[in-house]
Every structure is written in structure tokens, then in C-alpha cells.
């Protein structure tokens, strides 16, 4: 009987010791910055050479150097669009001004070259879904392709995204063709996981590899141990 109530009592201890343990962990996530706290201020990112931010109205002169052009939309999916060659409709009034709109939680970044000021690229992390999982987009001024430009711009996101967010995955797409966007992932640490062949990829259906990266294999790369 007295071993019994022993067992019993261990028992009751470590329960309670693992519902403390629970109970901190909460506390230390609520602690921590996550989506919710970028919906509307959407943070400026910076490394050696490159600050990445929202774009704004004073951006449209960089945008229209580059934006447009052919070259970029070889192995996008789909032509530029209207916005893209015209950039100053991106920033032009929301033509139902009366409708109410949620938030966003995805990032739309510009990169802007800090020697110069001028925005040569942008990078997203879009399609954000249950603050769970988002995919991964970025172009660059043909005139900056080959600097290193958007390996810099992208593992200085996803550092941002799984340190200072919630996301536990990130996707990425890329043509087979296009060489140097598969290299620019796997410099970054995505994992390879697959090729779908003859895939619709936007509006076009062209071999493309599918890429992944989760929280854990970032935090591998940091040699953290979760």
C-alpha cells in the first residue's frame, strides 16, 4: 500500500512538473513577435549590402528601369502584367476606398542596393496559410543578375521568418530550366523534394522542382538544437 501511494505521488509530481513545463513554453511563445504583430508594420530588414523593405510611391522611377522587362518572365509562369509594366499603378488609390479589407500577413519586400538607394529587386513570402506554411517569390534587375544579389536577400528572410515568426515551412518553385533560381535555393538550404513533370507553373505547364525548408532544418543550419 505505502508503494502504492508512493507511485501515486510521483505520478501527481510529474504531471504537475509537465503542465508547469507546458505552461512556460506558452508563456515564452507569447512572448515572441509572430504574424499578428507584422500585419499591418511590416519590418526593414538589412544585411551588409541590401535593405529590404516595403516599396512605396517614391519607388516607381527604380521599378520602371526593370520591372517590365522580358528577360524576367522567361521561366515566370505568366508575361508581366499591366501593373508591372506600369508601376505606378501598384501604388495608385484603392478604387473602393468604402470596402473593408483584412490585413495581409504575407511580406512584399523591395531589395534595395544600400550604395546606390535604388531598388533592383523584390522578394515575398506569399500564400501564407494557418501562420503555418508560406512560399517564397523573388526577381532582380537583369543588370544585378550574378552578384549574389538574391541568395543575400533570401537567407536574410528566412532567417526573419523563422526566428521572429510562427511559419514552421517554406515553399519554393522553380522552372528546371532556370539554373541559376535553383541554385540560388540550394545555397540558401532548401531541400530538393521532388520535380513534377508538366505541371502548370502560373498559366504555363513546364518541368519545374519543388522546394522545401522547415524550421527544424534551419535551425540545423544554425547548429541550434531544437
Known amino acids: ?57 517614391s519607388d516607381v522611377a527604380d521599378l520602371k528601369e526593370w520591372l517590365g522587362r522580358d528577360e524576367i518572365y522567361t521561366y515566370w509562369g505568366r508575361k508581366a502584367s499591366r501593373n508591372e509594366k506600369n508601376p505606378e499603378l501598384m501604388f495608385a488609390p484603392d478604387p473602393r476606398p468604402w470596402v473593408k479589407r483584412k490585413p495581409s500577413p504575407d511580406f512584399d519586400w523591395g531589395i534595395v542596393l544600400k550604395e546606390s538607394n535604388k531598388v533592383v529587386g523584390m522578394i515575398a513570402v506569399f500564400d501564407i496559410q494557418n501562420a503555418r506554411m508560406g512560399d517564397i517569390g523573388y526577381r532582380v534587375n537583369p543588370e544585378y543578375w550574378n552578384m549574389g544579389i538574391t541568395t543575400e536577400a533570401l537567407k536574410e528572410v528566412v532567417r526573419f521568418i523563422f526566428e521572429n515568426t510562427e511559419i514552421d515551412r517554406l515553399n519554393g518553385r522553380a522552372d ?51
Open 1 to 57: 500500500i505505502r508503494m502504492a501511494g508512493k507511485i501515486k505521488k510521483q505520478a501527481i509530481g510529474k504531471w504537475f512538473k509537465n503542465l508547469n513545463l507546458i505552461a512556460a513554453q506558452t508563456r515564452n511563445l507569447t512572448e515572441e513577435t509572430m504574424l499578428k504583430d507584422y500585419l499591418i508594420d511590416k519590418p526593414i530588414l538589412e544585411t551588409d549590402r541590401l535593405i529590404i523593405r516595403t516599396l512605396n510611391e
Open 176 to 226: 528546371v530550366r532556370n539554373i541559376a533560381s535553383n541554385k540560388v535555393m540550394e545555397k540558401c538550404g532548401f531541400i530538393k523534394e521532388g520535380t513534377v513533370r508538366q505541371g502548370k507553373m502560373v498559366s504555363v505547364y513546364c518541368d519545374y522542382n519543388i522546394y522545401g525548408m522547415l524550421r527544424e532544418d534551419y535551425m540545423s543550419m544554425q547548429g541550434i538544437n531544437g
